[in-house]
């Protein structure tokens, strides 16, 4: 994580209250990471061993944007609220993060 990330992650952290602004935050440094697409689509199916070179690299890119999704999810969450939600294997699943994604 970059300097400028982990200031902004670190200067509104959700915690109930602020959501709004934590909306806002996060959404920015998704948008800016080229993350936000793992909000709004799904993960490609679990790939095959002949599965072509463009699959592939579709699936690794949605499977490494999503880890990295989710870590600045819980980055940005109050200690109480990243252990609530540190199972989730996807970072759409979060409910907080279903009003930022439209679904």
């Not at 948008?31 to 690299?57: G, H, I, M, Y």
């Amino acid at each position: 994580m970059n300097s400028s990330i982990v200031q902004l992650l670190a200067s509104e952290k959700l915690n109930g209250d602020n959501y709004a602004t934590w909306k806002s935050n996060l959404n920015t440094i998704l948008v800016a990471d080229d993350l936000r697409f793992v909000l709004t689509e799904e993960c490609p199916q679990t790939l095959a061993s002949n599965a072509n070179r463009a699959s592939r690299k579709a699936y690794d890119r949605w499977i490494k944007a999503n880890e990295k999704a989710r870590v600045y999810i819980l980055a940005s969450m109050s200690d109480v609220l990243a252990k609530k939600h540190e199972s989730l294997d996807k970072g759409k699943e979060s409910p907080c993060l279903h009003r930022i994604s439209g679904s």
